[in-house]
Nanobody, 120 residues
Framework: QVQPVESGGGLVQAGESLRLSCAPS????????MGWYRQAPGKPREMVAS???????NYASSAKDRLTISRTDANNTVHLRVDSLKPEDTAVYYC??????????????WGQGTQVTVSS
């Protein structure tokens, strides 16, 4: 079973930066994509950023200038840096990965989520 494991959430002050990391545990042949979503209280889950093995990135237009997604291929880790944090960035951030399993089936998996709270 593949399970993304997230780290790096917490309580931060507005204006500060935060870095989240995620690595999928379990066995798989290859990673097709990795990304981050977030869900604020009372709102639907929304895409924040994603990255492919080739390094192609996609960002939410609402915060594109404050987001940087990157990956460390050596340990299959994806990182999300959010700069100039605002109270409206407060949400549970979820890691999402799409992997090819040993049986060549494509699996999409979600992490448990990590809480990010931005105080003003």
């Amino acid at each position: 079973q593949v399970q993304p494991v997230e780290s790096g959430g917490g309580l931060v002050q507005a204006g500060e930066s935060l870095r989240l990391s995620c690595a999928p545990s379990g066995s798989f042949r290859e990673i097709k994509s990795m990304g981050w979503y977030r869900q604020a209280p009372g709102k639907p889950r929304e895409m924040v950023a994603s990255i492919t093995p080739g390094g192609n990135t996609n960002y939410a237009s609402s915060a594109k200038d404050r987001l940087t997604i990157s990956r460390t291929d050596a340990n299959n880790t994806v990182h999300l840096r959010v700069d100039s944090l605002k109270p409206e960035d407060t949400a549970v951030y979820y890691c999402n990965v799409a992997v090819v399993l040993g049986n060549y089936k494509l699996l999409e998996a979600w992490g448990q989520g990590t809480q990010v709270t931005v105080s003003s």
